[in-house]
């Protein structure tokens, strides 16, 4: 395989190809070496693995994926990749490309189909317009992946992996870690990529809970969530009746039930307030 980490190269490559960069897709390709190793090694990319990618680009990350794994399945969204894709990959027979939107394919179907017999994680640079989206589908839909390895926006970075209950906290914050470990692993400049983009980045691992935090209603408990962060500034009473639609007494009463002050702001809540609160909700409904 050409040396893909070159620019020359890639572009020699696109042209041939006749490929223009597309913004909208998010379509920034690593160009510096020592990353994409990395993120295979640390993510789980070994023997005895097969290992999901989200957007391949050009392939770089895929090729570091298809010499440590027993298999590789790459998901790309934009179909003008698939030609040359086929073109540097070519030599990896453990890898099969799907030309599809991340967002639409059952991965747990997926999993099952391409997986039998082998444990699975995820590996990725994602596209910065749609990180929380893909990260929150890949953890919401309970996959039976032992983790998530990936490439974010460095701000991306420090919100998923924040700890509730701390300034940087919201409520993707608290769906991290309630599904997950989450852990920055190392940040890598603007420069590393091909067109440069105008923010850093930062790989982080989330590793997949065997058990998640005992809470009941888990649809409930997100929906409470997501409600009082968007009224992370106000006191918490104010954000539960409010976002909620319950009365103020009521919301009062769940929040002494549960052991907080009613002035505390939402985003100083850790993950046993947060499910306590949850629990104190749905006993405050059943009567
Ligand atoms: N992995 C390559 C690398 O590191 O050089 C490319 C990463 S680039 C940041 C993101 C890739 O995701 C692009 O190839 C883009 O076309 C693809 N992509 C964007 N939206 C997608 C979606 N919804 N589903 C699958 N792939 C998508």
Do not use: W
Request: glycine fraction near 6%; include cysteine; aromatic fraction near 6%.
């Amino acid at each position: 395989m050409d040396n893909l980490y070159d620019p020359a190269v890639i572009k020699s490559l696109l042209s041939r190809h006749g490929f223009t960069f597309s913004k909208r897709l998010g379509q920034n390709f690593l160009i510096n070496p020592s990353v994409c190793p990395k993120i295979a090694e640390l993510g789980n990319a070994k023997k005895g693995f097969g290992i999901i990618e989200i957007g391949p680009g050009i392939g770089v990350l895929t090729n570091e994926l298809c010499l440590r794994a027993e298999k590789v399945v790459a998901i790309e969204l934009d179909e003008r990749l698939l030609p040359i894709l086929s073109e540097t990959l070519s030599e990896h027979k453990n890898l099969k490309i799907i030309s599809a939107d991340v967002m639409k394919v059952d991965l747990k179907k997926l999993i099952a189909e391409e997986f039998s017999g082998l444990s699975t994680a995820v590996c990725a640079n994602l596209p910065y317009y749609i990180t929380s989206p893909i990260v929150m589908k890949l953890l919401e839909d309970r996959l039976p992946i032992t983790s998530v390895t990936t490439m974010v926006q460095k701000e991306a970075a420090e919100r998923l992996c924040a700890k509730p209950g701390t300034r940087e906290a919201g409520a993707v914050t608290v769906a991290v870690d309630f599904y997950s470990k989450a852990e920055r692993l190392f940040d890598v400049s603007r420069s590393s990529f091909m067109p440069s983009p105008q923010v850093d980045s930062t790989v982080i691992k989330l590793d997949i809970r065997e058990r998640t935090p005992e809470v009941g209603d888990e649809k409930l408990f997100f929906s409470i969530v997501r409600g009082i962060f968007t009224m992370r500034r106000k006191t918490l009473l104010n954000a539960l009746s409010g976002s909620m639609g319950i009365e103020k007494s009521a919301a009062a009463e769940i929040i002494s039930a549960a052991g907080i002050s009613p002035d505390c702001r939402p985003e100083r809540l850790d993950m046993k307030n947060l499910t306590d609160l949850c629990e104190k909700y749905s006993d405050y409904f059943k009567g």
